[in-house]
């Protein structure tokens, strides 16, 4: 009788099966919390806000009244 085909190896010598990567939003997520990017993220988050702040209403409190 000719071997069978198929799995190959007994079950003790396979490889364990693999994880799956993870998906774009844990990645980014850990991008953004990553201690060496503290920097960046806050000085593009201060930016936003300084930008929606001027974009609004509430930057006319700014314009000096002649």
């Given at each position: 009788?000719?071997p069978?085909?198929?799995?190959?190896?007994?079950?003790?010598?396979?490889?364990?099966?693999?994880?799956?990567?993870?998906?774009?939003?844990?990645?980014?997520?850990?991008?953004?919390?990553?201690?060496?990017?503290?920097?960046?993220?806050?000085?593009?988050?201060?930016?936003?806000?300084?930008?929606?702040?001027?974009?609004?209403?509430?930057a006319?409190?700014?314009?000096?009244?002649?």
């Amino acid at each position: 009788m000719a071997p069978k085909r198929g799995s190959g190896a007994p079950p003790a010598i396979r490889a364990p099966p693999q994880r799956s990567q993870p998906s774009v939003f844990t990645q980014t997520y850990r991008f953004l919390t990553n201690s060496e990017n503290a920097s960046v993220v806050r000085a593009v988050a201060v930016f936003g806000a300084a930008a929606a702040f001027l974009h609004s209403s509430l930057a006319e409190n700014l314009v000096p009244a002649f």
